[in-house]
């Protein structure tokens, strides 16, 4: 295969990996399992924390019940005529409606004690409770009560609420399931029944966390015994604003919108507004209910307000964690919710959001395997981060500046699971590669010592016979000597495979030595002798000329190849030549092939002597033990001799 044609392979690779872990990511986006869900509330969290949230209108007030409030007036639950005081003064600084965020369940305890039977008296309506009542017929107050989704609570029977007329509209009727738009009750715990038909109005006041404790969510409308009801905040926009009629219109069972006179609400599948908190807790004004009470409010800070009234005191009060805070009180979240209702600012998750998400996903997804597969993983990590951190930065300014959620969570999620495919497969793909110029590379080697020994064989056959029968030698000897803990790091299986493949080169020098002495029968003379004795400088000097011409440094093939050429004639009591070295300034290779060398020459070769048998090179190799040899590399030699005797014999036919 042409060389552009192995790449154009590799990059499709590339590209198939790393856009399989984004496909399998958008799929994931589609359908939402639990887990995702919940990741992506955390990064709801992480967006609403990094955004400045947006001021909050001038239209909504806390009466709280403090802690001077009961120090100044008295523990809580006051009697009820004070509570009607209390709303009394708050109608004339002219608040247009008083949501209160209170739950008067039973009569009031100041008045039972003239009722014998406590059931009968947790009903009866007390005089101070009938002097709240006739406060509550002027108007303007919301009662609140809890609906309960369980067997608690009193049934609809024992409970005067009021419904509201709500039109619903399926947009898309052919897609309806028959789902609830909004949560179902089973009961109600709420106020004497005397209070609340007194009142005119109330709502609910649940809202329950998600799974994590974090307060995001709160339902606007829910349903008991097919009537729907409002949440206390609605209700008191809506008595501030005169609406009467709502409608609710659903768009699938993941979204709906409610409208309140002009005002259209995002809600999610079963009724609830993502809050648009303002901050962290007290960022609405309270005002201390004594400071009511006393006249101590600052004429027309409470004109044509939504007053909330609720307890913070000790003992008393309700808070909830949100994204923002996470001792926020549970009448501040009445408030928030009356505020984005008021000022038309709410957190919108778009129906179409899901497809953006998914769309971006693949954009991001393919692209960065693109520019992987073109440029390179440094690229693609640097691209990816880079896109990420635009696009984190885009969702937390559509958030900041229109309200609308579109989650980075899925597109993050598919641009790492690709990048941590692309890394495995460029990775493999490089390894791959590796590999194949490592084969490449021994292929060569392996070429490069047949052809040298090849040349030995044509000028001497039988220093090209003793060549080869030292590379099984010289293997056997390495790898009985890796087992001795002065070698072991030195002898890996690497190192001992080079050494046994590099082993025949020792006598390549010999190819520069006159025919006239390599192949002189007998012993040679003085000047032979010395002649002779060039053939490692010779073969040194032949690796030497080709690194020097093929422009190779460092290699450590040829490095050991020129260790096994040069130094194999030392000898360990440093008489040796060329050099004259001595104990372990003798590289390993050659301690080796000094051995090897002698041991073949002794069994195998006739030219200059005549040959000795198994038992008596070993024993001429013992005696040089210390001297001429290594010892280590001696008692090695001793551990395997028995198996080189039989590879001497099996070369003899």
Partial sequence: MKPHGVAAKRRRLVLLCGAIPVFITVVVAVYRPAFFARLDDSVYDILMRSTRPLPRGNRVVIVDVDERSLSTIGQWPWRRDRVGELISRLRALGASTIGLDIIFAESDRYDRADVPDAREA????????????????????????????????????????????????????????????????????????????????????????????????????????????????????????????????????????????????????????????????????????????????????????????????????????????????????????????????????????????????????????????????????????????????????????????????????????GLAALTFARFGIERGRAESAGREKTAAQRLMVQTLLSLTEVRDAETGRHSRRTQEYARLLAEQLSTHPSYREYLTPERIDLLSSLAPLHDIGKVGIPDSILNKPGPLTVEERAEMQKHPVLGREVILKAEQQVGVRDDATLAMAKDIVYTHHERWDGTGYPQGLRGTDIPVPGRVMAIVDVYDAAVSRTLYRSTMSHDEAVKFIIGGRGTHFDPAVVDAFLSVATVLKGVAQRSDH
């Avoid at 006739?134 to 609906?147: E, K, Q």
């Avoid at 009180?329 to 998914?358: K, W, Y």
């Fill in 122 to 417: 947790a009903l009866k309506q007390a005089p101070t409770d009938d002097a709240l009542a006739r406060t509550l017929r002027d108007g303007h107050v919301v009662l609140g009560y809890a609906l309960t989704f369980d067997s608690g609570g009193r049934g609809p029977g024992a409970c005067v609420m009021h419904p509201i007329g709500l039109a619903i509209v399926h947009l898309h009727p052919q897609d309806d399931t028959g789902e609830s738009p909004y949560f179902r009750a089973t009961g109600a715990v709420c106020s004497l029944p005397g209070l609340a038909h007194a009142a005119g109005a109330s709502g609910f006041l649940n809202a329950a966390p998600d799974s994590d404790g974090i307060l995001r969510r709160v339902p606007l409308l829910a349903e008991l015994n097919g009537r729907v009801y409002p949440a206390l905040a609605v209700a008191s926009v809506a008595m501030a604003a005169g609406a009467t009629e709502m409608t609710l219109r659903v768009e699938n069972v993941n979204a709906s919108t409610l409208t309140i006179d002009k005002t259209i609400v995002p809600l999610d599948g079963k009724g609830g507004l993502l809050v648009r908190y303002r901050g962290k807790k007290k960022t609405f004004p309270y005002l201390s209910a004594a400071d009511v009470l006393n006249g101590q409010v600052p004429d027309g800070m409470l004109r044509d307000k939504i007053v909330f009234v609720g307890t913070t005191a000790l003992g008393t009060r309700e808070v909830v964690a949100t994204p923002l805070d996470t001792l926020f009180a549970g009448v501040e979240v009445q408030a928030t919710v009356a505020d984005n209702l008021l000022e038309h600012q709410f957190v919108r998750r778009s129906p179409v959001a899901a497809i953006v998400e998914s769309q971006t996903i693949l954009i991001l997804g393919i692209g960065i395997a693109v520019l992987v597969a073109r440029a390179g993983l440094l690229a693609g990590l640097v691209g990816g981060a880079g896109a990420l951190g635009v696009l984190w930065w885009a969702a937390a300014l559509l958030l900041s500046s229109s309200g609308e959620f579109v989650s980075p969570l899925f597109p993050t999620l598919g641009v790492m699971a």
